[in-house]
């Protein structure tokens, strides 16, 4: 089992930086891929990046402005978010999975509560 907590989210205008957080508890941390999705009002949950052993993922969306990290001593995960955009606006949800990296939301197995992120023009 694993427990995730996001911390972090808040209002930021356009352009500005924000930068959230997804701490763990449970067993063996670094032996999980983590990722982060988002979710704004009336839309799906969608990828947003991950990171896995040896490779990081992006969505095309946020690429280029995005960047997750992991600190596996303090069994942390961290998106940083750059040149924040009003469409960025949404809940962020950390996740977890042992297997595999997936963009699909249902193929990951933890999650997290959720933080929101609000960008105002």
């Known amino acids: 089992q694993m427990q995730l907590v996001e911390s972090g989210g808040g209002l930021v205008q356009a352009g500005g930086s924000l930068r959230v957080s997804c701490a763990a508890s449970?067993?063996?941390?670094?032996?999980?891929?983590m990722g982060w999705f988002r979710q704004a009002p009336g839309k799906e949950r969608e990828f947003v990046a991950a990171i896995g052993w040896r490779a990081i993922f992006y969505a095309d969306s946020v690429k280029g402005r995005f960047t997750i990290s992991r600190d596996n001593a303090k069994s942390t995960t961290y998106l940083q978010m750059n040149s924040l955009k009003p469409e960025d606006t949404a809940v962020y949800y950390c996740?977890?999975?042992?297997?595999?990296?997936?963009?699909?939301?249902?193929?990951?197995?933890?999650w997290g509560q959720g933080t929101q992120v609000t960008v105002s023009p």
């Open positions: 449970g067993r063996a941390f670094s032996s999980y891929n």
């Open positions: 996740t977890a999975d042992a297997k595999k990296v997936d963009t699909g939301p249902g193929a990951w197995n933890y």
